[in-house]
């Protein structure tokens, strides 16, 4: 094992529900009328109040078009909240790094330091290209690096003195921005194709996965270690699960095979033809797990992968398609396996994300909290 263990929770900048996404896209689900909780103010407090009464570090926002703004939500939320940390995703080649670094600064002095950053570099060209972005997959993580490069220069600079960067991509000139007394927040990566991995090796803090079975993952985790040690690195890392924790193994994937019920075999279709499009080569992993499947599986347990691993979220879901399903002792020996295979940040969620934060919270992670693995969540500093 490499550390203690940190949880963190989901924030559905993009609305809630009881069905597979969790947003708006829902409303084909049978049974699920009026079922849809808009992404609003008040819910979202909920939401990030019950992780932060839970042993949550942070929330983790997702970015996009699809969903809001995750600087924006997340100030509001810091106001609502007084440790729980914000794991802040946006897009390295939408935004200029300077900006982000005094963004950074700022949102730090005025919560305590509670801000994480999420780089999203971004598999999808049809999205990037919303935004004016035509960049191809490899142009846009060569891109990233040199953000990063900018990123961490302009806030490791003597203070007074400017930061210049000429590459391909960025030219910055006598950059001065002030960080004291937090410094940058550490960097949250995910990507798993060469070029990805390339920029992890030598900017991220914590690579993020999306879980497949563990000795997949451990093997891949001891690769990169490895290259990172080889640069004087230390790279750690952490995997985006869904969870489905209950009292007992049955009830748990009672819930699985209630998940599937609502699903039509036109979403399924629907989805996987979108995703088939993704240049993004996890994305192209998650699918892989169920084969892109287009049909309903006769039960939830036809798409468990490996024990108490769920493949079931692939099916209409971009990004993480995996979850933990069990009992809570079940779900908490998962994360324990994940955690020996080098895993110490947890990045978790579940539909709705309001009840599932309790169900987990007072199960799986209240044993992993009784055997000492999780990392005491931490009290920030007095905001500005």
Not at 94 to 102: K, R, W, Y
Request: hydrophobic share 40%.
């Amino acid at each position: 094992m490499s550390g203690n263990i940190h949880l963190h929770w989901y924030l559905p900048t993009n609305g809630d529900s009881r069905g597979l996404t969790g947003s708006g896209n829902d409303s084909h689900v049978v049974g699920a009328s009026g079922s849809f909780r808009a992404p609003t103010l008040a819910y979202l407090t909920d939401v990030a109040r019950a992780a932060e009464a839970q042993p949550f570090h942070a929330v983790l926002t997702p970015t996009g078009t699809w969903c809001e703004d995750a600087w924006i939500t997340t100030a509001a939320l810091s106001r609502e909240t007084e440790r729980l940390k914000f794991l802040v995703a946006f897009r390295p080649g939408l935004i200029s790094p300077t900006l982000v670094a005094h963004q950074a600064a700022t949102f730090q002095r005025l919560t305590g330091g509670r801000l994480l950053l999420n780089v999203v570099t971004g598999g999808d060209r049809f999205e990037q290209a919303r935004f004016g972005d035509h960049l191809d997959h490899d142009a846009r993580y060569a891109r990233t690096h040199e953000f990063l490069d900018v990123l961490r220069g302009v806030t490791s600079a003597s203070p007074g003195a400017p930061f210049s960067y000429a590459g391909q991509h960025y030219d910055i000139r006598d950059a001065r921005i002030e960080t004291s007394p937090y410094g940058l927040p550490p960097i949250f990566f995910g990507g798993a194709s060469p070029a990805a991995e390339a920029v992890a090796i030598a900017h991220a803090d914590v690579q993020l996965f999306w879980g497949q079975p563990p000795a997949v993952e451990a093997a891949r985790v001891a690769r990169l270690r490895a290259a990172a040690a080889q640069r004087g690195r230390q790279l750690r890392f952490g995997i985006r699960l869904h969870v489905i924790s209950r009292d007992t193994e049955a009830e748990a994937w009672a819930v699985a095979d209630r998940l599937l019920s609502g699903l039509s075999e036109d979403s399924i279709k629907a989805a996987q033809s979108l995703l088939a499009q993704s240049e993004s080569v996890a994305q192209q992993q998650m699918s892989a797990l169920h084969h892109a499947r287009t049909s309903i599986p006769r039960s939830a347990r036809e798409l468990e992968i490996y024990p108490g691993l769920w493949s079931g979220y692939g099916l209409v879901r971009g990004g993480a398609g995996t979850a933990l399903v069990g009992s809570h002792a079940q779900v908490a020996a998962l994360i324990r396996e994940y955690h020996q295979a080098g895993f110490d940040h947890f990045v978790l969620s579940g539909q709705p994300h309001l009840e599932e934060a309790w169900h987990f919270g007072e199960g799986a992670a209240s044993l992993l909290r009784a055997e000492g693995l999780l990392a005491a969540p931490t009290e920030p500093a007095p905001a500005h």
